[in-house]
Every structure is written in C-alpha cells, then in structure tokens.
C-alpha cells in the first residue's frame, strides 16, 4: 500500500494538533458509495457512534454510473444478440424491436428501485447519522462540514475516484463520454469510438454493437483485458469481433479533430496512423482518486503517484486513526473489493489501539461481464511466469458439458493453478456463461483451505455449469493417479475373476 508501519509508531506525527478532550462520534466516514456506507453500516452495527458525510448521492458510482446501470444495459443487449441468433435454438426467426429512449429508460428504473437500499433513511434507521455536504478534514479528529466542525477518535476516507480522460489534443471539445456520462445519452450512437480494453471499454463494447451500433475499441496494448491471461482475452475478442466490432490493439490515440462534418480519432500503430470517424467517443483508460479539496495536504497525507491515498496495510495513513478504503486507495476498483476494505477500515478505525488486522487480498475475486464472462480468483499464468512461481495448471473445457452444450453456450474454460503436485488452489480463471457465478465455488474453496481432491468429492447438481468446476478438479485427480496402486488392483481384480 505504500506505507511502513514503523512511521505510525511516533507519536510527532500528531504534534502539531490539539487533541479534543470529548468526541461527538466514535467515527466520522466521509463518501457514501460502497466503501463508506459498509464502513459504516459495521460501526453502527457495533453500536459506535458514526457520522457519514456524501455531498452528493448515497449509493455512489455502482449504483448511479457503474454496475448497476452498466449490467442492466448488458442485459437489453443480450436480449437483442439472443433473438439474432434464435435459429440455433431451433425457432426460425425472431425479431425485436426497441427504441435507445426506452433502453435507458430501463435503466433508471431499475437505479431507483435499487436507490431505497443506500437511501439516507434506511441507513439513519440502521443507526449511521447521515450528513449531507462538502467535508473537509481539519486534524486528525476534526472535520469539518460547511460551517460545522464534527470531531471523532477516527476518520475514514472513502471518496472514491472518477474516470481519468488522458491529456489527447482535441478530445475536451469532442462529444467525449464517461462512464459517468455515457447514462445521459437517449440517443444511441451511430458510430462509437471507445479507448480502453479494459472491463469496462469491453462491457460497453459489446453492449453497444450488439443494440446495433458500429463500434470501434482502441486499446494501446497489444491485445485487449491485458491484466487476465491471453486465452481468455482471446475468446472475449473473437467474441467482440463476431458481434461486429473493430478491434484496433496496439493503436495509440494521438488526437481528435475535425474533418469535414465528422469527429474523427487520429491513432498511431508504428509507423501508421490510422482515422476513425465517430459520433461519440467513450473514455474508458482508468480512473484517478478524489482527493481535492478533502485538505490531506495540510495534514501531510501523501498519496501515491496514480493519485490515490498512501495507507499502510491496516488501511492507516500516517496518522493511526485516519484511514481509508475504497477507490481513493485501491488498485482493485470494484464494489465488493472495497466493501471487503470497509469491514478493516471500520474494524481497524474503532479498535486500532487496542488490536489490528491486515487486509487480505488473498481470496479477492472479480469478473468482467461480458459474453463470456471472465472471472478470476488470485494467480493467473502470467503472474506466475512473471513472478517465476512455479505451477501446474489443469484445464476443463466447456466445449464438452452438457448444460452449456443444451444452453448453446458451449465455449469457454475453467483453468486452476495449483503447486505442483499438490491439490491446493493458488488461482483460478472461469471463462464462459455465468463465470462469475462460478468462481464463487473456488473462492469458498481458497479462502477455506479446500484443495481439489474436495471439489471432486463434493456432488454437483446435473446438469449444471457448476460440473465444470469439478470436472476440471477431475481432471487434475486423473493426472496424479497412483498408478502403483491401480497396478497391484488390476492384478487383485484378475485373481478374483
């Protein structure tokens, strides 16, 4: 995370700070997306006086521009790509019809049916008192919200961040999208540009070319979804070419201009610089911390180069009782990851004098939805190779089960990374229908120290997508068989007969 735990243990740090005789709160939790409401929905339900401040909306990014609305759109489309292809489930045509309005429509029901679950009132019953307005940190107890001060033993950053759009010549006057903006649109692009093959240039990729939309994905990288191994990348690029979009890997965006009547995305491969025309162009290369204006600059918090906040691994900055969670500091940039960072912070925030506990990323899991769908749990080959970690891998195609052979979703792999010789997971990719579901059978497995020999042991409903994992954990228990032994029971069995 970036700190050592030695600089907390002097006291200096606080030197400059009067300390408050009483505090109003046990806690003070400033943001209200995932990672501050679970930071302070665990304190309240502790019984600690907590305060947590959001000047904006309750329910951050996942609710209002992230998961929530991103997922219900990946669901119209699949709906849409499923009717084009109903001639493979033996219905000789089908056909829909839809207008964008309406699409998006969708998706602000569903935002405000999911709204009452991170509302102010539900969580003011829950016991959190919830503030709204603009908090800036005074001391290391003290912060400050508009023109009140609110004082606490310990304070939690959970601000979250925002989509970072790279400093490309011409692309502020462009008709530019975010992930924050994209869900204003009711009329749906006609070309798209999209920059960034990660998760969510991907997701929306798809999304968007199979409603219809010719969409162009540029990724400077050689190849798209470069954090997952090459094979699964792979299968989600043939994906995303079969649904009709133009793949453009190694390709550097160098400048948006005018031409004519078109915007048009200038790039860079090599020698060659190529131009793609477009209606919108959606930014998807990352995202940076909010920081500003929370005044961690008068108190020496330092942040890291990409932005985000240095914490040690008690999620502590350089004062003990300022923590943070979430986006703000973490390099896994999903809702569950900093809902698993919150339960440390609110634990680490209320009883950090007396005992810690560490994060552990160790059984950290995270998908990519698109169709496939990757998911992940802990080391993949390349990690591996680039660490030297020696592994053995074992494979189980889903070409061959029968759910997603009747389903017509037959592609796909589950692959588990184990020490060699040995049954204990290490790390697992699921690349097919619902992995994301999946995955969560060798999460439980990793986190509980369950080897394969268990998986196998363990019965699955047929037929299910879920065999797949234990036909892999098969697999593996066929390539240690002992063979002596089959030997001296072949021999016993030929004696019987």
């Not at 968007?208 to 540029?218: H, K, P």
């Not at 453009?248 to 031409?259: F, S, W």
Request: glycine letters at 10%; one cysteine or more.
């Amino acid at each position: 995370m970036g700190l050592s735990f030695d600089r907390f243990t002097h006291r200096a740090v606080y030197a400059d700070f009067e300390k408050p005789r009483r505090f109003d709160q046990n806690m003070v939790v400033i943001g209200g997306g995932s990672a501050g409401l679970v930071t302070s929905y665990i304190a309240a339900a502790i019984k600690a006086g907590v305060t947590l401040i959001e000047r904006h909306r309750m329910g951050g990014d996942c609710l209002y521009t992230g998961c929530v609305p991103s997922k219900t759109l990946l669901r119209s489309a699949k709906f849409v790509h499923d009717a084009s292809r109903s001639q493979e489930l033996g219905i000789r045509s089908a056909t829909v019809d839809f207008d964008f309005g309406d699409l998006m429509d969708r998706v602000r029901q569903v935002i405000a049916t999911i709204e009452p679950h991170d509302s102010p009132e539900r969580y003011e019953g829950l016991g959190v008192r919830c503030v709204s307005g603009t908090a800036t940190v005074e001391s290391p107890w003290q912060v400050r919200v508009d023109d009140r001060v609110i004082t606490a033993r310990s304070i939690v950053l959970a601000t979250g961040a925002r989509p970072f759009v790279p400093p490309i010549p011409g692309i502020e006057d462009a008709p530019m999208l975010t992930s924050d903006t994209l869900w204003d649109l009711r009329e749906q692009p006609r070309r798209l540009v999209v920059l960034g093959g990660g998760p969510i240039g991907c997701e929306m990729t798809q999304a968007f070319a199979r409603l219809g939309s010719e969409v162009t994905l540029v990724e400077m990288m050689d190849r798209i979804m470069s954090v997952e191994d090459e094979d699964a990348g792979e299968l989600v690029a043939d994906a995303l070419t079969a649904d009709g979009v133009t793949l453009l890997t190694g390709h550097r965006a160098t400048a948006v201009e005018r031409e004519g009547d078109d915007w048009v995305l200038r790039a860079e491969a090599g020698d060659e610089t190529v131009s793609i025309p477009f209606d919108h162009i959606l930014v998807a290369v990352g995202r940076r911390a909010n920081t500003s204006g929370l005044g961690l600059e008068d108190l020496g918090i330092e942040t890291n180069p990409n932005g985000t906040i240095q914490v040690n691994e008690f999620l502590q900055t350089r004062f003990p009782n300022v923590l943070a969670c979430g986006d703000v500091i973490s390099p896994w940039q999903f809702t569950h990851s900093a809902a698993h960072e919150a339960y440390y912070a609110a634990v680490n925030g209320l009883f950090g004098d007396i005992f810690k506990q560490a994060v552990d990323y160790s059984t950290l899991p995270w998908t990519t939805f698109t169709d496939p769908e990757v998911a992940r749990i802990g080391l993949n080959e390349q990690e591996a190779r680039d660490q030297g970690i020696a592994v053995e891998v074992t494979r189980h195609e889903l070409t061959g089960l029968d759910r997603a052979l009747a389903e017509e979703e037959a592609k796909g792999f589950v692959k588990i990374l184990t020490p060699p010789g040995k049954d204990k997971i290490l790390g697992a990719t699921i690349v097919g229908p619902h992995a994301g579901e999946l995955i969560a059978e060798l999460v439980l497995a990793r986190k509980h120290g369950l080897g394969l020999n268990k998986i196998l042991g363990t019965v699955h409903v047929y037929p299910t997508l879920s065999e797949a994992n234990k036909f892999a954990a098969g697999n593996w228990r066929k390539a240690h068989q002992p063979t002596g032994a089959l030997k001296w029971l072949e021999r016993i069995h030929r004696w019987r007969r």
